[in-house]
């Protein structure tokens, strides 16, 4: 399967890391939103965006909205979606499962565990959306 990845960050910087991490995983193909509103316009229009990277604090729709919405929308609601957060605590964590969100990654991250957690994701998929 080839991936296709949104990455949503209010950070740009952020949003630089975590593009330049799939690239050194060999993940070549990926769009930029700034904000969960932004990237929710980003998966309408644009076919073949098949995996979600998401910060969890943004602002005008945060991670966690965006994968209520994301969820709640039968052409998308299959969609893997990855949350790399600052928030660490169970609490969250626990919010952010019950959003039905795939896997959790808390900043700061290395490429390793981008890679673990994203492979995670996608054997639970059966290597198919």
């Known amino acids: 399967m080839s991936l296709k990845f949104l990455i949503v960050d209010d950070s740009q910087t952020m949003r630089r ?12 193909d990926f769009v930029e939103a700034s904000d969960g509103k ?9 076919e073949g965006l098949n995996f979600v990277i998401t910060d969890w604090n943004m602002p005008v729709l945060s991670g966690l909205e965006l994968i209520k919405a994301i969820r709640s929308d039968e052409k998308m609601c299959k969609i893997p979606v990855l949350m790399v957060t600052t928030r660490g605590v169970k609490d969250d964590i626990i919010e952010a499962l019950k959003a039905k969100v795939n896997n959790y990654v ?24």
């Open 17 to 28: 890391i975590v593009a330049n991490s799939l690239k050194n995983l060999g993940y070549e």
């Open 106 to 129: 808390v900043k700061p991250f290395t490429p390793a565990i981008l890679r673990e957690k994203i492979d995670q994701i996608l054997a639970s998929y059966g290597g198919s959306n």
């Open 38 to 46: 932004d990237a929710l316009l980003k998966l309408a229009s644009n």
